[in-house]
Nanobody
Framework: QVQLVESGGGLVQAGDSLRLSCAAS????????MGWFRQAPGKEREWLAG????????YYADSVKGRFTISRDKAKNTVYLQMNSLKPEETAVYYC????????????????????WGQGTQVTVSS
């Protein structure tokens, strides 16, 4: 089991920045990748970014590329999402999630490829 706790959400104005954190605990030796998703009311959960746990390679959805940065600190078992130039339409609950290492390649964007999820943190962007 892996437990995830997100933090850093809040209320910001359009154009502001926010940094989310997600701390993992438990069986963290088996991590393969971590990712960030968001879900707005009435919408599907959207993948935003993912990072390979072993080498730190980062991947982004087109909607956030150039504005969001994902990073990980292996010593702290923590993944971060730096979000810049936030827009009101990005108001949502933001979730981090973990992929376990199961011995072969796992695609980083599909939500059903993730094994554990955090409880989510609300991000509200006012206009």
């Amino acid at each position: 089991q892996v437990q995830l706790v997100e933090s850093g959400g809040g209320l910001v104005q359009a154009g502001d920045s926010l940094r989310l954190s997600c701390a993992a605990s438990g069986r963290t030796f088996s991590l393969y990748a971590m990712g960030w998703f968001r879900q707005a009311p009435g919408k599907e959960r959207e993948w935003l970014a993912g990072v390979s746990w072993s080498d730190g390679n980062a991947y982004y959805a087109d909607s956030v590329k150039g504005r969001f940065t994902i990073s990980r600190d292996k010593a702290k078992n923590t993944v971060y999402l730096q979000m810049n130039s936030l827009k009101p339409e990005e108001t949502a609950v933001y979730y981090c999630a973990v992929q376990r290492d199961i011995g072969y390649y796992r695609p980083i964007s599909p939500a059903n490829e993730y094994d554990y999820w955090g409880q989510g943190t609300q991000v509200t962007v006012s206009s």
